[in-house]
Protein backbone atom coordinates (compact mmCIF):
# COMPACT_ATOMS: atom_id res chain seq x y z
CA UNK A 1 0.00 0.00 0.00
CA UNK A 2 0.73 3.14 -0.75
CA UNK A 3 2.65 5.76 1.70
CA UNK A 4 2.67 8.57 -0.08
CA UNK A 5 0.80 11.81 2.07
CA UNK A 6 -1.32 12.28 -1.01
CA UNK A 7 -2.60 11.03 -4.31
CA UNK A 8 -3.06 13.36 -6.61
CA UNK A 9 -5.35 13.14 -9.67
CA UNK A 10 -4.44 15.03 -12.53
CA UNK A 11 -7.43 17.02 -13.36
CA UNK A 12 -6.14 17.39 -17.30
CA UNK A 13 -6.42 13.45 -17.67
CA UNK A 14 -10.10 13.89 -15.94
CA UNK A 15 -10.32 16.68 -18.40
CA UNK A 16 -9.21 14.44 -21.38
CA UNK A 17 -11.35 11.46 -20.62
CA UNK A 18 -14.65 13.86 -21.05
CA UNK A 19 -13.08 14.85 -24.14
CA UNK A 20 -12.80 11.67 -25.74
CA UNK A 21 -16.01 10.67 -23.94
CA UNK A 22 -17.87 13.47 -26.31
CA UNK A 23 -16.15 12.31 -29.38
CA UNK A 24 -17.33 8.92 -29.29
CA UNK A 25 -20.39 10.12 -28.32
CA UNK A 26 -20.72 12.43 -31.26
CA UNK A 27 -19.38 9.52 -33.41
CA UNK A 28 -22.53 7.49 -32.48
CA UNK A 29 -20.22 4.72 -30.21
CA UNK A 30 -21.24 3.47 -27.20
CA UNK A 31 -18.69 3.64 -24.45
CA UNK A 32 -18.54 1.60 -21.60
CA UNK A 33 -16.10 1.96 -18.74
CA UNK A 34 -15.14 -1.48 -16.97
CA UNK A 35 -13.93 -0.69 -13.49
CA UNK A 36 -12.41 -3.73 -11.81
CA UNK A 37 -12.36 -4.56 -7.96
CA UNK A 38 -8.90 -4.08 -5.54
CA UNK A 39 -8.70 -7.22 -3.16
CA UNK A 40 -10.76 -6.94 -0.51
CA UNK A 41 -8.05 -6.55 2.15
CA UNK A 42 -6.36 -4.03 0.07
CA UNK A 43 -8.57 -1.90 -0.22
CA UNK A 44 -10.11 -1.73 3.32
CA UNK A 45 -6.94 -1.40 4.12
CA UNK A 46 -6.78 1.47 2.31
CA UNK A 47 -10.04 3.32 3.50
CA UNK A 48 -9.58 6.29 5.49
CA UNK A 49 -6.01 6.73 3.92
CA UNK A 50 -4.93 9.78 1.31
CA UNK A 51 -4.44 7.01 -1.12
CA UNK A 52 -7.74 5.49 -0.33
CA UNK A 53 -9.60 8.50 -0.28
CA UNK A 54 -7.62 9.17 -3.77
CA UNK A 55 -8.94 6.44 -5.01
CA UNK A 56 -12.77 6.35 -4.05
CA UNK A 57 -12.80 10.60 -5.62
CA UNK A 58 -11.12 9.07 -8.66
CA UNK A 59 -14.29 6.39 -9.07
CA UNK A 60 -16.71 9.06 -8.09
CA UNK A 61 -15.09 12.01 -10.95
CA UNK A 62 -14.86 8.91 -13.47
CA UNK A 63 -18.16 7.86 -13.06
CA UNK A 64 -19.82 11.89 -13.30
CA UNK A 65 -17.67 12.41 -16.40
CA UNK A 66 -19.25 9.01 -18.24
CA UNK A 67 -22.85 10.41 -16.92
CA UNK A 68 -22.28 13.57 -18.46
CA UNK A 69 -22.02 11.76 -21.73
CA UNK A 70 -23.78 9.17 -22.01
CA UNK A 71 -21.87 6.39 -20.97
CA UNK A 72 -22.01 3.39 -18.81
CA UNK A 73 -19.76 2.34 -16.18
CA UNK A 74 -19.69 -1.17 -14.70
CA UNK A 75 -17.82 -2.60 -11.87
CA UNK A 76 -15.86 -0.69 -9.28
CA UNK A 77 -12.75 -0.55 -7.48
CA UNK A 78 -14.86 -1.56 -3.76
CA UNK A 79 -15.11 -5.48 -4.08
CA UNK A 80 -17.82 -5.80 -1.98
CA UNK A 81 -19.88 -3.25 -4.35
CA UNK A 82 -19.25 -6.07 -7.62
CA UNK A 83 -19.54 -9.03 -4.98
CA UNK A 84 -15.94 -10.33 -5.23
CA UNK A 85 -14.08 -12.53 -2.63
CA UNK A 86 -10.48 -12.78 -1.88
CA UNK A 87 -10.87 -16.19 -3.20
CA UNK A 88 -11.31 -14.70 -7.05
CA UNK A 89 -8.14 -12.38 -6.49
CA UNK A 90 -4.69 -13.72 -8.33
CA UNK A 91 -3.12 -10.57 -6.17
CA UNK A 92 -4.17 -7.09 -4.68
CA UNK A 93 -4.99 -5.86 -8.61
CA UNK A 94 -5.97 -8.76 -10.77
CA UNK A 95 -9.33 -10.61 -9.95
CA UNK A 96 -10.05 -14.22 -11.30
CA UNK A 97 -12.66 -14.78 -14.60
CA UNK A 98 -15.36 -15.30 -11.68
CA UNK A 99 -14.88 -11.36 -10.43
CA UNK A 100 -14.50 -10.39 -14.06
CA UNK A 101 -18.20 -11.79 -14.89
CA UNK A 102 -19.55 -9.82 -11.85
CA UNK A 103 -18.23 -7.28 -13.74
CA UNK A 104 -18.77 -7.79 -17.10
CA UNK A 105 -22.55 -9.04 -16.78
CA UNK A 106 -23.63 -5.38 -16.13
CA UNK A 107 -22.16 -4.61 -19.86
CA UNK A 108 -25.69 -4.12 -22.41
CA UNK A 109 -25.36 -5.41 -25.09
CA UNK A 110 -26.90 -3.27 -28.64
CA UNK A 111 -27.33 -4.57 -31.53
Known amino acids: MSKRASWPVDPKRLEALGVLLAFLKN???Q???AITPFHPAYWKGSMGSPYGNSLVSME???R????SQGAI???SLDPDR???QASNMRDFI???EVCLRKVF???PVKD
Open 27 to 29: EGT
Open 105 to 107: KDI
Open 60 to 62: ERV
Open 82 to 84: VGC
Open 31 to 33: VTI
Open 73 to 75: VVG
Open 64 to 67: AIAA
Open 94 to 96: HPD
